[in-house]
């Protein structure tokens, strides 16, 4: 008797509550509202965990977020940079991120990585050029503050060529003049005002040379008849 008692006990215990289960909350992708995540699935493999590159712009600097407003961070998350590299993350651009996504990225970038006041009394060159920029003059500029890592003639000594006609191709204006003035950290590259101690590249500098390298830039057709030019 007091075994069968024994088996009718164990049994009841091990009924429980059939309806009992817990269940994990579902979130759909685009309820997702944590910057971490979101950073880490659309935008660390470019510019990594910290923003700080090393395969595109350092948007974790603080020069960078200093020259940027909020507005020009959220059109280039959510439209990206046609005929670049850099893709429209924005549904409005067939990416998969909701405007409020893209509102926590642009907060987050400032609340992870803005810190005001670390550069000082330094002004950096602006986002925008507000001219067209001298060529001729822009060499100039090259062979002052870029020669020395970039060689002579922009194609290479102890950092890579940065007239290669590849480069050039994936890159916008834009581009070429955000990164002049950022720099690149995380390949030791300076930024505008450590090219030559002392000498920081003024507005005018940056706008020249600038244009000295999109001059460089060869037509679509030539590129593609010329592909991986970087001798």
Not at 160 to 183: A, C, E, F
Request: glycine share 14%; charged share 15%.
């Amino acid at each position: 008797m007091k075994f069968c008692a024994l088996i009718l006990a164990v049994g009841l215990a091990s009924c429980g509550s059939p309806g009992r289960q817990v269940k994990t909350p579902v979130i759909r992708p685009s309820e997702v509202t944590d910057f971490g995540v979101l950073y880490g699935q659309n935008c660390s493999g470019c510019h990594g965990i910290d923003g700080q590159g090393p395969l595109a712009v350092a948007i974790g600097s603080p020069v960078y977020l200093a020259i940027t407003d909020d507005a020009t961070i959220r059109r280039v998350v959510a439209l990206g940079r046609p005929g670049t590299a850099m893709p429209g993350f924005g549904q409005t651009a067939g990416g998969l991120l909701t405007a409020a996504q893209v509102d926590v990225l642009v907060r987050g970038m400032r609340e992870h990585w803005a810190r005001p006041g670390a550069l000082g009394s330094d002004q950096p060159p602006a986002y925008s050029a507000s001219q067209p920029g001298d060529t001729e003059r822009g060499h100039n500029v090259y062979t002052t503050f870029c020669s020395s890592c970039h060689g002579s003639d922009g194609r290479g000594g102890r950092a890579g060529s940065i007239i290669d006609s590849s480069y050039l191709g994936l890159v916008s204006d834009q581009y070429l003049r955000t990164v002049t003035i950022t720099g690149m950290p995380a390949l030791g590259a300076p930024d505008w005002s450590g090219n030559v101690p002392g000498k920081p590249m003024s507005d005018a500098d940056v706008t020249d040379v600038v244009a000295w390298l999109v001059a460089q830039r060869l037509p679509l057709s030539a590129q593609l008849n010329h592909p991986g030019d970087s001798e």
